[in-house]
Nanobody
Framework: QVQFVESGGGLVQPGESLRLSCAAS????????MGWYRQAPGKERELVAS???????TYADSVKGRFTISRDNAKNTVYLQMNSLKFEDTAVYFC?????????WGQGTQVTVSS
């Protein structure tokens, strides 16, 4: 069973940056489309960004120009570089396959943007 371990979250001020990492236990990062998702309190989980095996990326309108998704196939790891963070980016961030996530969601990593 594939497992995901997210890390890199934290408490930052508006305008600051964070880099999230997601390590997958299987060699799926180089094969499948991967996505970063987030879930804010009281809201449904939403897709933030995705990257195909061929490197094509997509972003939610709310993060375009600020977030960058990338991956390292050799490390089975997906990254999310988040710049110019806003209050509304506060959420728990998860990674999984896209569009259909595998059942084994990780614990996620908390990102809190606060002044």
């Amino acid at each position: 069973q594939v497992q995901f371990v997210e890390s890199g979250g934290g408490l930052v001020q508006p305008g600051e940056s964070l880099r999230l990492s997601c390590a997958a236990s299987g060699r799926i990062v180089s094969i499948l489309t991967m996505g970063w998702y987030r879930q804010a309190p009281g809201k449904e989980r939403e897709l933030v960004a995705s990257i195909t095996a061929g490197g094509r990326t997509t972003y939610a309108d709310s993060v375009k120009g600020r977030f960058t998704i990338s991956r390292d196939n050799a490390k089975n790891t997906v990254y999310l570089q988040m710049n110019s963070l806003k209050f509304e980016d506060t959420a728990v961030y998860f990674c999984n396959t896209y569009p259909t996530g595998l059942p084994s969601w990780g614990q996620g990593t908390q990102v809190t943007v606060s002044s």
